[in-house]
């Protein structure tokens, strides 16, 4: 068995034990599923990029575990908030569905009304997996919903271009960066897709990837005092529990974690609201080289 496949084992029996555990302590307490999601605005600076390209902005939306919890009219209210943005490109970053396989098509078709001015993208997560990795794909191609699964889109503006890739997912399935990235220009700003951001730390030093959208972590759902995540399902213990990071020495990869939309096991967020994310792209100075991200705080709340 792979080191990999005993983390899988490892980390799902002991983040299900921890999050009951922690569910059993505050089912009766007063703490609610917070009802309205919160906007966060995140500039990211990228070299490279074209003037036509410097201020297009990106709606991120993941984690949505569609179910009894996050049911139509919460999920309604989190597209009409993404549509208000008028965002130039909307990607959805998978888990779009908790407890069913009933809710899959709903939850997409839901989803397809995301409107962007040059559209909508999508990864698979991992409970994609758990409840139909083929029906969630079905469903993608019936309400057309373009599905990168290591692959690419290139997305052009005023005659300059961007390319964003989809990687498959990192636990379930068998990602591939450079599959995703095959046949894309070198010298264009790369994005890529990647549920969980885990993955990000395995990308080859020499393959170019500018930027990786993620989600998977919800924020670890529960905050502590000082924005601690005691229960986070990632290999890299704080890392990835939201915002921006910068990694990679060779090719440096700055790598977005979003706290996404809906919950597991527990229907509580504590300090750690449901995120809606507007990347807005700027060109980084030429002349800068020691780049470190902004800390990104709550925002807006809708």
Request: glycine share 6%; proline share 6%; hydrophobic share 40%.
């Amino acid at each position: 068995m792979s080191s990999k496949d005993n983390f899988k084992i490892m980390n799902s029996s002991l983040i299900d034990s921890a999050m009951l555990l922690v569910g059993r302590v505050m089912e009766k307490s007063a703490l609610k599923m917070p009802r309205s999601p919160r906007v966060e605005r995140v500039s990211v600076e990228i070299a490279g990029l074209a003037e036509a390209f410097d201020g297009f902005t990106i709606c991120q939306i993941t984690d949505v575990h569609y179910g009894r919890v996050i049911g139509s009219n919460f999920l309604h209210k989190v597209i009409e908030t993404a549509n208000a943005l008028s965002p130039d490109l909307t990607v959805l970053t998978g888990d779009y569905i908790d407890e069913g396989s009933s809710y899959i098509e709903p939850a997409i078709e839901a989803l397809s009304k995301l409107k962007a001015r040059h559209g909508l993208l999508s990864v698979l997560g991992n409970h994609d997996h758990f409840y139909s990795k083929e029906r969630t794909t079905d469903m993608l191609a019936k309400y057309k919903v373009p599905l990168l699964d290591n692959s690419h889109a290139i997305i052009e503006h005023s005659g300059r271009a961007i390319c964003v890739a989809g990687a498959a997912d990192y636990l379930y399935d068998c990602p591939d960066a450079a599959a995703a990235f095959a046949g894309a220009d070198q010298d264009v700003p790369r994005i890529l897709l990647s549920h969980n951001p885990d993955f990000a730390e395995t990308l080859d030093q020499n393959l170019k990837v500018d930027l990786v959208l993620s989600g998977h972590t919800h924020g670890g759902q529960i905050r502590l005092p000082f924005s601690y995540a005691p229960l986070l399902p990632s290999r890299f213990g704080q890392k990835y529990s939201g915002g921006l990071v910068n990694i990679r020495d060779e090719h440096p990869t700055q790598v977005y974690v979003s706290r996404g939309i809906g919950v597991c096991f527990i229907p509580i967020r504590l300090n750690c609201p449901p995120e809606i994310t507007l990347l807005t792209l700027r060109a980084a100075p030429e002349e800068k080289s020691d780049w470190a991200p902004r800390i990104v705080k709550f925002t807006e709340a809708v």
